[in-house]
């Protein structure tokens, strides 16, 4: 299975400024996906990021709030824009492959 | 798109005994049921997962059963140990690998010494 460096695994931001979490895999794979898992919560996706084209996002989340970048087949970035408070959560990349899914180990957010 | 319902929510088990988990899917194209266990602080962990063209799946202590017709599958774990206590997730795929994975409300299972 692929192995995923997911970083920062966690930081703490003010309100209204932004960041950047990057997830690096060690073999190329087709399909990376973003989620968040809000505290004591589910797994929900974010947006799915394939190489050479524009993320799909799922209803309730927008580009202008979570930009993904997905330059190559190895590496994609997630930003959090514009934060609020309740933007505090966990942040996990995932990739998908013929051996099946993985999980980067997850940004701790947390909006101050 | 995709829906998946988990339950019970919580559930506490005497050590040694059987835990149930049961989940229903509402996309008939899902073809892909994995369960996960996620600890406190850590990623989630593949433990079981079954795919569509069997009812059932069976490793050590754990078994996965899949009824298509009713679009519910669920997570059987026998004998209980105390490192069994985590938080369980099912997920539904229509693509094993090529898609989303849509994942339940999830399950915090806590196994009483």
């Known amino acids: 299975s692929a192995v995923i460096s997911q970083k920062p695994s966690r930081d703490i931001c003010q309100r209204g400024t932004s960041l950047t979490i990057q997830c690096q895999v060690d073999?190329?794979?087709?399909?990376m996906f973003w989620y968040r898992q809000q505290p004591g919560q589910s797994l929900t996706l974010i947006a799915t990021a394939n190489q050479g084209s524009e993320a799909t996002y799922e209803s309730g989340f927008v580009i202008d709030k979570f930009p993904i970048s997905r330059p190559n087949l190895t590496f994609s970035t997630l930003t959090v824009s514009n934060m609020s408070p309740e933007d505090s959560s966990i942040y996990l990349c995932s990739v998908g492959s013929v051996n099946g899914y993985t999980f980067g180990s997850g940004t701790r957010l947390t909006v101050v | 798109g995709e829906n998946v319902e988990q339950h019970p929510s919580t559930l506490s088990v005497q050590e040694g005994d059987s835990a149930v988990i049961k989940c229903t899917y509402s996309?008939?194209?899902?073809?892909?049921f994995p369960w996960y266990k996620q600890e406190l602080g850590k990623r989630p962990q593949l433990i079981i997962d079954i795919r569509s063209n069997v009812g059932e799946k069976k490793d050590q202590r754990i078994a996965v059963t899949l009824n298509k017709t009713a679009k519910h599958f669920s997570l059987h774990i026998t004998e209980t140990q105390p490192e069994d206590s985590a938080v369980y997730f099912c997920a539904a795929s229509i693509n094993f690998g090529n898609e989303k994975l849509t994942f339940g409300t999830g399950t915090r299972l806590t196994i009483i010494p």
């Open positions: 996309d008939s194209a899902s073809n892909y």
């Open positions: 073999s190329q794979v087709t399909m």
